[in-house]
Every structure is written in structure tokens, then in C-alpha cells.
């Protein structure tokens, strides 16, 4: 089933105000999961490392073509630019890698981070809300199953990078600068609004963002020192696999 654009803004804003939701009530959800916050983070961590590696990183790969057309008159046809969009990929990386090198540096003496470190984190996740919602717009015209599939993974994912943020913040994480968040997302959605993203410049941002999740899922989400729970990632990662696999070989997955 596939969307016409004007329907998939409405489908994104709805998704958006999701978003926004689980922003601000994630320490509330957090509190009557069924199950403990460790085996929920790393069920979203499965599901999130799944979306990268079976759907993100094949599409990555696709869209390097796109981007090598556009840059066609000006770089050679060379193994060169086979990677362009594996180095912007790297660089979300790197870049929430320095922001959390930052925090765990700075928390190091079992107090919270300084108020620098939390403006940049909370301006970096509202970004990465921000991507989530913009790139959700296009994902809608290619078909709704992609869309739905995306959502769900990023839902769980922001949960578990929110607990993430509050552990690191327990005091200045409130009510108020969780707004910014929420604001991340509906800007992403406006944004949308206001200019539709081209193919070149969506693949670039997925690229970014697909950095970034990678980032969070190994660091933040698996790590020992989390309490990370095998049975649950291998869950998470084996139920959206399958789900991923339906998508691709029905041909509901071709966005």
C-alpha cells in the first residue's frame, strides 16, 4: 500500500506526534514494562541492530549509485566513490561516539555530566528525532509496510536511548528540556513540509543516521556494563529479521 505524498505528511505527522509521546513519557513507560528495563532495551537493540544490518546497509550500498550519478562529471568512476555514503555513515558514528566519549568522561567522578555536555547530547537527540521523522516522510511514498517496520524499530530504539539519557542526566533530564526532544521530531516533520527530501540528500541523511544507531545499539544498548540480556536481543533481532524477511520477498520492503 503506498501513500500520495500530501497523505504521507499527515501519516508522518501522526507518526511524529508518536515520537513526541514517547519522548515525554518514556520514564512512565519505562516504569510498567512487563518485563525488566535491561531485557527491553536490549529486545529494542535487536530490533534496531536488525534494521541496520538487513535493511539500512543493503539501501546504503543502492543508494551510493545515486549519489555517484549526480557526482558523475566530477569524480572519476573509481573505487573512490563507491564509498561516500559509508563515510557519512562513519562520521554519524564518530560524531555520537565523541558526545558520549564526552559524558562518560565527564561522569567519571559519579556526578552528572556539565551543563555543556547535556545541551550538546539533548541538541544531538533532538536532531536524531529530527532525522527519524524526515526521513519517515519518504519512506511513506515508497509503501506503508517499510514505513510501519521503521517506526516500530525507531520507537523501541528511542525508549531505550531516552533510559540511556536519563541515566546519564537523573537530574537535569526534565520535563521542560525533554520538549526540545519533542520539538526534534516535529521539526524533522515540518521540515518535510516545507522541503521534501531529493534522493541524493535523503540518502545522505539515512547514512548519517544509520551512524548514529549503530553507535547507540553497540555502546549503549549491549554492553555488559548495561546488564545487557542475550535471550531478549536474540529476540528482538531474530523477530524483526523475520518480519524484515516477509517485508523483502513479498515486495512490501522495496522503499
Not at 532495551?41 to 535487536?46: H, K, V, Y
Not at 527519524?132 to 511513506?140: E, Q, R, S
Not at 524484515?244 to 515486495?251: E, P, R, S
Request: glycine fraction near 10%; proline fraction near 4%; aromatic fraction near 10%.
Amino acid at each position: 500500500m503506498t501513500l500520495t505524498p500530501a497523505g504521507s505528511l499527515w501519516a508522518t505527522l501522526v507518526m511524529a506526534c508518536v515520537l513526541g509521546a514517547l519522548h515525554l513519557l518514556a520514564p512512565y513507560i519505562r516504569r510498567r514494562l512487563p518485563v525488566p528495563t535491561h531485557a527491553a532495551a536490549s529486545l529494542g537493540g535487536g530490533i534496531a541492530a536488525a534494521y541496520v544490518f538487513l535493511y539500512l546497509l543493503p539501501r546504503l550500498a543502492e543508494g551510493n549509485e545515486a549519489v555517484a550519478h549526480v557526482l558523475e562529471e566530477k569524480v572519476d568512476a573509481t573505487p573512490a566513490r563507491g564509498f561516500i555514503l559509508f563515510f557519512v555513515a562513519l562520521v554519524g558514528f564518530f560524531t555520537f561516539y565523541v558526545l558520549e566519549r564526552a559524558t562518560h568522561r565527564s561522569d567519571g567522578h559519579k556526578q552528572e555530566p556539565t551543563r555543556v555536555v547535556f545541551v550538546f547530547q539533548l541538541g544531538f537527540f533532538a536532531l536524531y528525532s529530527g532525522l527519524i521523522t524526515y526521513t519517515l516522510a519518504t519512506k511513506l511514498h515508497a509503501g506503508l509496510g517499510p514505513a510501519v517496520l521503521f517506526a516500530v524499530a525507531m520507537g523501541l530504539h528511542v525508549l531505550a536511548t531516552d533510559g540511556v539519557l536519563a541515566q546519564h542526566f537523573p537530574i537535569s533530564l526534565t520535563t521542560r528540556w525533554r520538549l526540545v526532544l519533542v520539538a526534534g521530531a516535529g521539526t524533522g516533520w515540518l521540515t518535510a513540509v516545507v522541503a521534501q527530501p531529493t534522493g541524493v540528500l535523503m540518502n545522505l541523511l539515512t547514512a548519517f543516521l544509520g551512524g548514529g544507531i549503530l553507535l547507540n545499539v553497540f555502546v549503549d544498548e549491549l554492553t555488559p556494563q548495561r546488564h545487557s540480556s542475550l535471550t531478549w536481543f536474540t529476540a528482538g533481532l531474530a523477530a524483526y529479521s523475520g518480519l524484515l524477511a516477509i517485508a523483502t520477498f513479498t515486495g512490501t520492503g522495496a522503499a
